[in-house]
C-alpha cells in the first residue's frame, strides 16, 4: 500500500516525485517504459521559455515564468548544466512587429522581467548573421537552455535516493477506486494507493478516463528537428525565434546545452504517437526556416535530424487552451495537454499539482533529512586531473576510451551502471553519458557499449535493447 502511486515517469512526473519525496510519504513512480523521460521529455529542445509566447495570465503562461526562475535552485541543487542566454524573437515585416507588440504584452501579463523591443540593428549587433531582413526582434534575456537529460535523470535519482521507489516496463491497464484506497492493474500485476498522480502524457486522458467521463481530446502532434555539429558561441548566441508571415510552424534556432546548434521544431498533425519518423517535407521546412532566420547557416554541419510526438487539446479553441493540472476524482490528481513549454513549467506545475493532494487531505509532514542533492555526474575527462588520477587508482578501466565523439570512457559507462535507477538499454546509456549523440552518431561506440552491457547484466548481446521491446541492434550469431 502506497500512500502515492505516480503514472508516468516524464519530467512533470519526476519533479512531483522529488517535491513528495521531502515527506514522510510512501511513493511509487510506475513507467510503461524501460526508462525515465521515454516520452516528450526526451524529444525537447531543451530551452527554458522566458514566458511571452503563452496566452497572457494563463496557467501555461504563469507556470513557464514562475517555472523558469525555479530551476536556477534546482539546478544548484542538482548540478544541472543551465545557461540564461537570452532570446531573440524577430520579425521581417509590419505583420511580424504587430505580432511582437502582442507577444510583448502576453510577457508582461505572465510576468516576464526585463523584455525589450530593439530594432534590427541591434538585433545584428547581438547575434552575428542574422538576416539583413529583420526589421525588430523582441529581446527577453530570461530565456535559458539546459541539459534536459541530466535534469530528468537527477531528478528522478533524487527522488529515489529519498525514498521513492520506481518501477518500469510498468503499464497501468485499469484503476478501480476500492472506497478507501485504489488499486492499479498493471501488466506486473497490482498496485494499491491512497492516491493517485496522473501524468501518463499520451496516455493521460485513457488513464483519467478510468475514473470520470472523457470532455477534452487529446491528439498527437510531431515535431521534426535537425540537430548540427558542435559550434562556438559565435554561430548561434541566443535562442531564435520568429515572428511568422505564413503557415511557418514556429521553428526555433538554438544551441544545446552541449554545443550543438538545434533547428525545429516541426507542428504536424499525426494519427498516432508512435508516428516519430522525420519526412522530407518536415525537415525542408525547418531549412526553409533556418536559412530565412540566419542565410548563412552551413546546413552540411547537419549531423542528425529526430522528431518526437507531444499531447495537443484538440477540442478546445486555440485562444482558449491552456495546461490543466485538475482533480480527476476522489484523491486523484491528473495533468493534460501539457506541451511546450512544459519542461520550462514542470517545477510549478508540480507545486500546483502537490496543493490538490493537500487538498484532498494527504498529509504533508516534513523530512528532517530531506538530500537535496543527486550523484554526480562529470565524466572522468572533464574531471580535474587530480581527480582523474584517484578514478584511475580505483578502476583502471577509464582510460579506456569508448566513446571518441563524447569522450566516454568504460569507467564511466561502470559507473553509472552502479548509480541508482541504472540504464538498462542503449538509449539510457544516452541519456546519462550522451553516448551515441556525437559526430559519428554512434557508428564507433555501439557496438563496444552492447559488449559492456551485455557482460555487466550478464545477458547475451542479442537481448540488449535500443529502447524499448523488439528493437535490438544484434539479430543473431554468424558462428
Known sequence: MYDVAIIGGGILGCTIARELSRYHLHVTVLEKAYDIGEGATKTNSGVLAAGFHP??????????????????????????????????YVAFSRNGTEMIAQKYNKGIKNG????????????????????????QALYAPTTGIIDVFGLILRTAQNASENGVEFHFDTEV??????????????????????????????????????????????????????????????????????????????????????????????????????????????????????????????????????????????NVAKEEKDFVIRKSARNMVSALGIKNPGL?????????????????????????????????????????????????????????????????????????????????????MKKRLRAGMGRCQGSFCTPRIIEILSREMKVKPEKILKNTQGSSLVKGRVK
Do not use: W
Not at 61 to 83: A, F, H, T, W
Not at 258 to 275: F, H, W
Not at 284 to 291: F, K, N, P, T
Open 112 to 135: 516576464v522581467q526585463r523584455m525589450e523591443i530593439i530594432d534590427g540593428d541591434q538585433a545584428r549587433s547581438m547575434q552575428p548573421g542574422l538576416s539583413p531582413k529583420v526589421i
Open 344 to 428: 520550462t513549467g514542470a517545477p510549478y506545475l508540480a507545486l500546483k499539482a502537490v496543493d490538490i493532494l493537500r487538498e484532498e487531505g494527504l498529509i504533508l509532514e516534513a523530512k528532517a533529512g530531506f538530500n537535496t542533492q543527486a550523484v554526480s555526474g562529470k565524466k572522468f575527462l572533464d574531471c580535474s586531473v587530480a581527480e582523474q588520477k584517484k578514478r584511475m587508482t580505483e578502476d583502471r578501466r577509464y582510460g579506456n576510451v569508448i566513446c571518441r565523439c563524447e569522450k566516454i570512457t568504460e569507467g564511466d559507462i561502470l559507473r553509472v551502471l552502479s548509480e541508482p535507477l541504472p540504464p538498462r538499454t542503449l538509449n539510457g
Open 173 to 314: 491497464s485499469d484503476i478501480i477506486d476500492e472506497g478507501r484506497h485504489y488499486t492499479v492493474h498493471t501488466n506486473k500485476g497490482t498496485v494499491q494507493a491512497e492516491y493517485i498522480v496522473n501524468t501518463a502524457g499520451e496516455e493521460a486522458a485513457s488513464i483519467e478516463g478510468f475514473l470520470r467521463p472523457a470532455d477534452l481530446v487529446i491528439r498527437p502532434r510531431r515535431g521534426q528537428f535537425y540537430v548540427f555539429d558542435k559550434q562556438t558561441d559565435s554561430v548561434v548566441r541566443h535562442v531564435i525565434y520568429q515572428a511568422q508571415d505564413m503557415d511557418e510552424k514556429g521553428c526555433l534556432l538554438t544551441l544545446s546545452i552541449d554545443g550543438n546548434l538545434i533547428a525545429g521544431p516541426t507542428s504536424e498533425n499525426v494519427s498516432s504517437y508512435k508516428r516519430v519518423e522525420t519526412t522530407r517535407e518536415g525537415l525542408e521546412l525547418i531549412e526553409q526556416v533556418a536559412r530565412k532566420i540566419m542565410p548563412g547557416l552551413d546546413m552540411g554541419k547537419v549531423i542528425a535530424s529526430f522528431a518526437g510526438a507531444r499531447t495537443n487539446i484538440s
Open 55 to 88: 496566452r497572457g495570465g494563463s496557467l501555461k503562461g504563469i507556470s513557464c515564468v514562475k517555472g523558469n526562475d525555479m530551476y536556477r535552485q534546482i539546478c544548484e541543487e542538482l548540478d544541472i548544466p543551465v545557461r540564461f542566454i537570452g532570446s531573440l
